[in-house]
């Protein structure tokens, strides 16, 4: 039996679908939010006027984060998923903990055997070549 699992981006205000996730700090404290088009409008104009009279810290101004992908939604899923079987507590939305990222990864990172085929090639030996880098010489004698 076939399965399709679909993930959608959720706006954390109102529960539409976001286009993305916005970062912004206040009080030493840095949050994210998943906003749907209209939401994250709405925040950057209401926090205009303080972001025009502030001064900008930290550095150099970052690239705009990039919206998560449908790929990146549909691995998410599945790794809330294989963490629920694992009996690992995950919440439906909003940031997988990095552990759990790491564990699904390496769970998924075991080697795989393919499949033997008779028309499978013959691998190719090639020769292998030399280094052309000449290694520096040092002389201990005073220059």
Do not use: H, K
Request: glycine share 8%.
């Amino acid at each position: 039996m076939a399965q399709q699992v679909d993930v959608s981006f959720v706006d954390d205000l109102d529960g539409r679908e976001a286009e993305g996730t916005v970062s912004f700090a206040l009080d030493g404290a840095t949050y994210e939010i998943d906003l749907s088009a209209r939401n994250g409008a709405r925040l950057r104009e209401i926090l205009a006027p303080f972001v025009s009279a502030g001064r900008r810290t930290g550095g150099a101004a970052r690239a705009p984060r990039r919206a998560s992908g449908a790929s990146d939604r549909a691995r998410n899923q599945a790794v809330r998923e294989w963490a629920q079987t694992q009996g690992l507590g995950v919440s439906t939305r909003g940031r997988l903990p990095s552990e759990v990222v790491a564990a699904y990864e390496a769970r998924n990172a075991a080697p795989v055997a393919e499949p033997v085929s008779a028309a499978a090639p013959e691998p190719v030996e090639r020769p292998r070549r030399r280094s052309t880098v000449q290694q520096p010489t040092f002389s201990s004698a005073p220059g």
